[in-house]
């Protein structure tokens, strides 16, 4: 079985750094104890998110059902043969992640299939299935079984996921719009958008960061790096996205070249190592 589990993670690994450099370098930075249950964390999320966004000429809705019912499955008979879930398994198994947070994110995912409008309420819940949970599976895994900490530091990771997704939504307004004719933002129409409306938005993700980086202080030492570079990176992002016309958010996928990546690994670190973030 050791084998077994060990080619699981791998496989996990290979997802994270074949999809995002940027998680794969905040992964990175993490203390080596945490590396194969976030990369099997994002590697169940990846190929979950794959399944809605780029199975085109398939039948999602039966291969993501399929998808859901076959991690159950791993997760109560603690084994699985798709690489994927038994890395995430194993993950959910040793650190007690709720059946409630996988639930929560399949539910998220199965929104896309049926949904290219959100309102209100379905946005605050798509929000929280499909990254907020996400954030809590890896809080999980932080804290190591201390649930004192995790109930103290869940509002906070709530708020990164909440932020990070966000920022994704504005980030991929072209292909999301053009390409899946999905609107996430509540009463947003992307033939009108207007720079008021995208100033509203971004006033909203800026409450999330602030009140995400108050957690990121108080995570033990072996998590914070990690979780702080992801933070700025996405920061960064933000900002940049801040900076641009509604015009070039509608026409252009915007990024974090990959120097200035490793520029914010170097300048992190060394904040992190003086106790400065």
């Known amino acids: 079985m050791h084998l077994h589990h060990e080619t699981a993670l791998k496989c996990s690994k290979l997802i994270t750094e074949h999809y995002s450099t940027s998680f794969t370098l905040g992964i990175k930075t993490l203390s080596p104890k945490f590396h194969g249950a976030i990369y099997a964390i994002y590697g169940f999320v990846r190929c979950a ?7 085109h000429g398939f039948n999602q809705r039966e291969l993501l ?7 159950y499955r791993a997760v109560r008979d603690r084994i699985s043969l798709n690489p994927v879930l038994h890395s995430f398994q194993l993950v959910v198994n040793e650190y007690g992640i709720e ?12 929104m896309d299939l049926y949904f290219s409008e959100y309102n209100a309420s379905r946005y605050e819940e798509y929000i929280y299935g499909s990254a907020e949970v996400v954030g809590l599976m890896c ?10 900490m995790y109930q103290q530091l869940k509002e906070s990771a709530r708020r990164l996921g909440a ?8 980030r991929d307004v072209k292909s999301d719009y053009q390409e899946r ?3 996430y933002f509540p009463g947003v129409d992307f033939n009108a958008f207007t720079g008021d409306a995208k100033q509203r938005i971004e006033e909203d993700i800026q409450c999330d960061f602030d009140a995400a980086y108050q957690g990121i202080l108080r995570l033990p030492r072996s998590a914070r790096l990690g979780v702080y570079l992801a933070y700025i990176y996405y920061l960064r992002l933000f900002k940049k996205i801040r ?5 070039r958010i509608l026409s252009e996928r915007v990024r974090v070249p990959r120097n200035q990546k490793l520029a914010l690994l ?8 003086f106790n400065s973030l």
């Open 49 to 55: 998110d794959e399944i809605v966004d780029t199975f």
């Open 163 to 170: 932020a990070f997704q966000k920022v994704n939504f504005l």
């Open 243 to 247: 900076q641009l016309p509604v015009s």
């Open 99 to 110: 059946d409630a947070l996988i639930h929560a994110f399949l539910q998220s995912m199965e």
């Open 65 to 71: 059902e399929c998808f859901g019912k076959d991690t």
């Open 139 to 148: 809080l999980r895994v932080f804290c190591e079984g201390n649930e004192a």
């Open 266 to 273: 170097v300048q992190t670190y060394f904040r992190h190592q």
């Open 181 to 183: 004719g999905r609107v």
